[in-house]
DNA sequence: AAATAACACGCACAATTAGGCATGATTACG
DNA sequence: CGTAATCATGCCTAATTGTGCGTGTTATTT
């Protein structure tokens, strides 16, 4: 491993969230040497990524978020009430006949459930989850976008999935988001998953990220469309003020979800 | 087993718990040599896991919770017993390392879910429904095949698909059957269907038609296949040997389920 | 019933970690 | 240009966590 003794902090947790996802786990000690820092440093960074839900922390390290896939079903029942919240907001952008280009991942499956089936909507989607949710509804013409299935994020990907997306154009697209930025733009976790959406993005008019709060102002592994190319974003009741102005002051339409209804 | 005598506390853990889906259980004594550390360590790990609900504790290792999960299978299968046990005398056909190209229908689900996870196999298929069952077994590369969605029958049909279908070559298709009689051969109910099934079978070596009675010696709306397409025929423990002297008349090798058993 | 294996609990020790604090660097602002 | 504010960093200390071992208990086997 190259000594990066020269690495600007905000740098290093970006080179740590690689090393992350290429070995699937970190040793604070390891990365202590690596960029020429005290370990204290690096626990902060790996805290300030745990945090952000970017990493599992343990005790030595960190290990990587990709293989948690018993969360895979926890997130599914984590979205009853935040996800939802934000599902309700982000439909109401659709209108009626569009037609929309819908990525996977747990929010976007909120949002399939909450699209209304009065609208005539056309669905692209390279989900078979959402596909299922939308086939048990009425009211929608639904075309699955094949490829080889990575079962790890649930979607396919790949050179066939791309290429079968650029033949399509959607009016709206709902890339699934891992982080978002106001200088940077929109990040994944993975480089196969960021050309799916950042083809998505390119055959759509219109782009809206739907994003919960611990991924607003977050940056994660791959970069996948500058800040300028997402026209709407979707945020939580409580999200913070400014970094919703930081947003808007780069022309992106700024989307405030309901707040959650208490309830029994 | 790989001894990886410098996992991470928490790492082990969450290796414990692969080795758990993957081998339905683990023994203490195993893991302690696996990962250098003694005994307690990891009675400590499984105790912990156990509290959070992800394996059970028993006397000398652990079992994966799937087990639990299995009267909730197990309630599937009380429903729909016969196809379960169609299912089950199915994938004794297949063998290690196959090509699978896998169609829509309740039958082709229960095939999907009674496949094993250690023989390599790759499934092509248009049904989201028997990709996601797919996706949360091990051992598994999926092709989704994409295109237009049928939703009265959960797959995927058109042109697109077809032509998506053309490109691909499996070993062994298993088309789902609306009816297949011994002299006209295969049938199914749209003649959308049909057109997959027809390229199914084409691009596929051998041929595996799974038929509950009902539809054993019938003819429904459209032509698929003659009969000598058809390699192999399943059927139930008590189909009719007139009939299935009839296909094998017609070189169709005959495949009896077991009886079902009748347990608690 | 006896023997054996697996277990839980408490203890001591080592490694890791969080929080507080001072220092040097970078940034913001008048 | 200079001052104040902020930030990142390293060090220190206290607290936490993980570990192995001994002891006594419980479960399984013979």
Known sequence: MPPDNDALPGERQQKILLQLNEHGRV???????RFG?????IRRDLRELAARGLCRRVYGGALSRA????????RQEHQTGRKQALARRAVQLVRPHQ?????????????????????DLTVFTNAPDIAQRLMEKNGFEILLIGGRIDKRVGQTVG???????????ADL??????????????WSMASEESLIKQTMIECSGESVVVVSNENLGAVAVTHVAPIDEIDHLVVESDA????????????VSIHRADPERSKA
Do not use: W, Y
């Open 159 to 169: 050179a066939q999935t791309v290429d079968a997306i650029r033949r399509l154009r």
């Open 173 to 186: 697209c709902f890339p699934g988001t891992c982080a978002i930025d106001a200088e940077t733009g929109l």
């Open 27 to 33: 040793l604070a000690a390891d990365l202590a040497i």
């Open 240 to 251: 913070g003020d400014a970094s919703c102005a930081a947003f808007e002051a780069h022309g």
């Open 99 to 119: 037609i929309l280009m819908i990525d996977a991942g747990s929010t976007n499956s909120a949002i399939a459930d909450a699209l209304p089936e009065d609208m």
């Open 67 to 74: 293989l948690d896939f018993a969360p895979l079903k926890q």
């Open 37 to 41: 820092v005290s370990e204290d440093s």
